[in-house]
C-alpha cells in the first residue's frame, strides 16, 4: 500500500486533495465574496463540526465588514448520511433582515442544508447564500442554488482538513479518500 495512505479506525485513505489545491479554492472564494459582499455586512454562519477549517481559512482572506457565528448540526454516523439532521448548537444572533452566508464543509445529500435554510427562513433572514467547500453532485437532493463551490467531487467518503471519519482525522491539512 502507498507510504502516504493513512489509517483511521478500520478504515484506510489515500491522499486525494492536496492543501495548495484547497488553498487555491478557498482563495477563489474569498476573491468572489470580496466583490459581491463588500457592502452587505454579512453574517457567516459556519456549520459545526466539520466546516471550521474552512470557515477559518476563508473568514481570514475577506477584507470587508463581516461577522461570524456557529451552529453545530450532525447527520452522519461512520462513513454513512443518516439521513436525519440532528441540532445541537442553535442560531442565536438577530438574523433579521440579515444577509446569510452558510458556510459548509461539504453538501452531499444536501439535508443539513436545507435544514438550516428553511430555519434561516422562518426567523426572517433577508438573504441567505450558501458556500461549501466541496460538493458531491451525484448525491444532491437539493432543489436550492449552492453559490460559492470550491470544489467538486464525486461520491467517495473522504477525511481531512476538518473532515472526520468517526471523530478521527480532522487534523489532516489535506484531503483522503476512502480506499474500499
Ligand atoms: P448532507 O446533509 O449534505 O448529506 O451532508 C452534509 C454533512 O455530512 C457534511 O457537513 C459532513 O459533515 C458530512 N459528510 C458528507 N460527506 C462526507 C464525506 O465524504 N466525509 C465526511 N467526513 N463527512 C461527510
Ligand atoms: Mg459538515
Not at 10 to 33: C, G, L, S, T, Y
Not at 87 to 109: F, H, T
Request: hydrophobic letters at 40%; proline letters at 2%; aromatic letters at 10%.
Amino acid at each position: 500500500m502507498n507510504q502516504k495512505t493513512i489509517n483511521i479506525h478500520d478504515k484506510h485513505f489515500a491522499p486525494f486533495i492536496k492543501f495548495e489545491e484547497i488553498d487555491r479554492a478557498v482563495a477563489q472564494i474569498a476573491d468572489r465574496m470580496n466583490k459581491e459582499l463588500r457592502d452587505k455586512n454579512p453574517l457567516f454562519i459556519a456549520i459545526l463540526n466539520g466546516s471550521f477549517m474552512f470557515a477559518s481559512d476563508l473568514f481570514h482572506k475577506l477584507d470587508f465588514p463581516c461577522e461570524i457565528t456557529f451552529v453545530k448540526l450532525a447527520s452522519y454516523s461512520g462513513t454513512k448520511s443518516t439521513e436525519t439532521v440532528r441540532q445541537l448548537i442553535g442560531i442565536d444572533e438577530d438574523v433579521v433582515g440579515r444577509n446569510i452566508v452558510i458556510v459548509e464543509d461539504i453538501i452531499d445529500s444536501g439535508l443539513t442544508i436545507e435544514r438550516v435554510l428553511t430555519q434561516l427562513r422562518m426567523i426572517g433572514a433577508a438573504d441567505i447564500r450558501i458556500a461549501t467547500l466541496l460538493y458531491k453532485p451525484n448525491t444532491f437532493k437539493g432543489d436550492y442554488a449552492i453559490d460559492y463551490v470550491g470544489l467538486e467531487i464525486g461520491n467517495d467518503f473522504i477525511v481531512g482538513y476538518g473532515l472526520d471519519y468517526d471523530k478521527q482525522g480532522r487534523n489532516y491539512k489535506d484531503i483522503y479518500k476512502i480506499v474500499e
